[in-house]
């Protein structure tokens, strides 16, 4: 393995329909090497609402995947879609990482509805909140249910992988979305991560998330054929869907507003979309990654043929991008 590489190759894997895997490495100067990328899609069943009900159909296909890679073994990032996880924020007592960790165990069932024991979570410290002599650290809890996760990871083990990161796909598709900017964004902004009937985004100020949804459009089945017409009857009713799933964060938060979109996945390339969203949420709407800053100042890629094939596609593939750069966030 070249020098400019990690020693141990990375695989990124956005788990999802279609899934999307990336095989490369990282440099000393932390870009990304993508040396191949794969996208398949799946059969509808396989994976619903971010369920995997098929661990077996999934298993060969990433076999597959990985014998064209010629890859046996590797470091391995993951992300998972949206729906089934819990996402929280609220204030706690201000005290050492390792003892907040401690308290937030013992009072979980406060903020998840589920049994400590059914849910694998993590935390992070968004900000420290100062009110006269009161400290607090705001915290964003993310949890989702083993009966969810569980399947992904005995799939990747099965592969003898080793994960090594497991990350939410709206989250990781933010990260290459403010890799890819000059400056963070003012005011409140909604990052959205679409393709197909999925939608799933976090509201931001500056760079704090305020508030996290997901939502899918169960009526629409991107894999079958439709007229025109039905199709933008179709993509109206998706776009009313998303702006209901924004209308909770104006009643969780109703002195607030949201000052711009920023719109990544399959869908920001479809313009009757975005013109839909712009219109309906009345905001303005940015399509990522732009040219604010060049793709190529994260990215090396060593695809031989395919480079232009990925960069023009280069909205789907935000997430497994994203995880590459986890720990520079």
Known sequence: ??????????????F??????IF??????KKVVIKNFAVETLPPEIIQ???LNN?????????????????KSGKTLISIPAQNVIVRFFNFPYMPEEELRESIKWELERYVPLSPEDINYDIQVVSLVERGDIKESRVMLVAVPKEVLSPYLDVVKKLNLDPDLVDVSVFSAVRTVIMNRKDIPKGNTIYLYTHDNVAEF????????????STVMEEWN????VDDLTKSFMLEDFVRKIQEAVNFFYMQFPEEHIDQAIVTG?????KDFIDLLEAILNVNTEVSPGSSVNINDLLVLNLKKQDKEFLGDIYSWVVPIGLFFWERL
């Not at 976090?202 to 949804?213: C, D, I, S, T």
């Not at 399959?266 to 479809?270: I, L």
Request: hydrophobic share 35%.
């Open 49 to 51: 609402g971010g369920q």
């Open 55 to 71: 661990s077996d159909y999934l298993l060969e296909v990433l076999k597959s995947i990985l014998k064209r890679f010629k890859l």
């Open 24 to 29: 490369g490495g990282k440099r000393k100067d």
């Open 266 to 270: 399959s869908n920001a390339k479809n």
């Open 1 to 14: 393995m070249s020098l400019f590489f990690s020693e141990v190759p990375i695989l990124s894997i956005e």
């Open 202 to 213: 976090v509201v931001a100020k500056e760079n704090q998330p305020l508030f996290f949804r």
């Open 222 to 225: 991107p894999q079958e054929e």
């Open 16 to 21: 999802g329909n279609p899934l999307r895997v």
